[in-house]
C-alpha cells in the first residue's frame, strides 16, 4: 500500500530554533501533499497544501512565514518552523495523494516540543 | 477552522459490544471518510464513502453516506481490544478525498477489560 513517511517522529529544541520537518511518499508520487496540525486530545486542523513546483496555499490563520512549506520534488514536502516559540509545540502531521480518485495517506507524525 | 460535529466524544464499553458512532455537518461533503488514531500515530483509512446514501463495509466495520450529504455513521461490530483508539471522520468537497478535508473532532473508543 501507499506509505508516507514523516522525519523526525519527536524533536525537541530550545526557542527560537527553527526546526524542518520532512514528509516522504515512499512508494508513489505525490504532487500534492497536505500539513496537518493537532494539539493534544483535538483533532487535525488543516495548515497547508503544498503542491509540487509552485507555492504553497495556507488555510486562513496560519503563518506562512512562519511555517515555511518546500515541495522540490514528488516525493518530498518539508515544512519548517521558523523561529519556534513554546506555542508552536504540537503534533505536525502530513499527508500525500497517490493519485486521481484516491484519497489521502497519512503519515506517523512529528511531535514537536519547544522549550 | 471549520469541524465536523462527531458524537458520542467517548466511549467506554466491553468487549464484543457493538459500537456505533456519527458525524454531522452544516455542509455538504461529497465524500466522507472515516480513520483511526491511535496515540503518536498518523491516522489510518477505514472506510471511504464517495456517494450519498452508501453503505459500505470494511470486515467489522461498517459506514454510511447519509442521503442529505451532511453526515455519516460508522459501526463496529463486535468490538476487540485493538479497536481501542480515536476515530475521526473527515469531509471532503471533492469527489475522491483527495482536497482538503475537514475533520470531525473525534471519539475516543476505551475497552473496559
Known amino acids: 500500500g501507499a506509505v508516507v513517511s514523516q522525519h523526525p517522529s519527536r524533536v525537541i529544541c530550545k526557542s527560537g530554533t527553527s526546526v524542518k520537518i520532512e514528509c516522504r511518499s515512499l512508494?508513489?508520487?505525490?504532487?500534492?501533499m497536505f500539513w496537518y496540525r493537532q494539539f493534544p486530545k483535538k483533532s487535525l486542523m488543516l495548515m497547508a497544501t503544498s503542491n509540487e513546483g509552485s507555492k504553497a496555499t495556507y488555510e486562513q490563520g496560519v503563518e506562512k512565514d512562519k511555517f515555511l512549506i518546500n515541495h522540490a520534488s514528488l516525493t518530498l514536502s518539508t515544512l519548517t518552523v521558523t523561529s519556534a516559540h513554546p506555542e508552536d509545540s504540537s503534533f505536525y502531521i502530513c499527508?500525500?495523494?497517490?493519485?486521481?480518485?484516491?484519497?489521502?495517506?497519512f503519515g506517523d507524525g512529528t511531535r514537536l516540543s519547544i522549550l | 477552522g471549520q469541524q465536523l460535529n462527531q458524537s458520542p466524544q467517548s466511549m467506554f464499553i466491553q468487549e464484543g459490544e457493538d459500537v456505533s458512532m456519527n458525524c454531522t455537518s452544516s455542509?455538504?461533503?461529497?465524500?466522507w471518510l472515516w480513520y483511526k488514531q491511535d496515540p503518536g500515530e498518523g491516522p489510518v483509512l477505514l472506510i471511504a464513502?464517495?456517494?450519498?446514501?452508501e453503505l459500505t463495509s470494511n470486515g467489522r466495520l461498517t459506514a454510511q453516506f447519509g442521503i442529505t450529504r451532511k453526515d455519516s455513521f460508522l459501526n463496529i461490530s463486535a468490538s476487540i481490544p485493538s479497536d481501542v483508539g480515536i476515530y475521526f471522520c473527515a469531509g471532503d468537497e471533492s469527489n475522491f478525498g483527495n482536497e482538503k478535508l475537514t475533520f470531525g473532532t473525534g471519539t475516543r473508543l476505551t475497552i473496559i477489560p
Open positions: 512508494d508513489f508520487q505525490a504532487t500534492t
Open positions: 499527508s500525500a495523494l497517490q493519485g486521481a480518485g484516491q484519497p489521502q495517506h
Open positions: 455542509s455538504i461533503f461529497n465524500t
Open positions: 464513502l464517495y456517494k450519498a446514501g
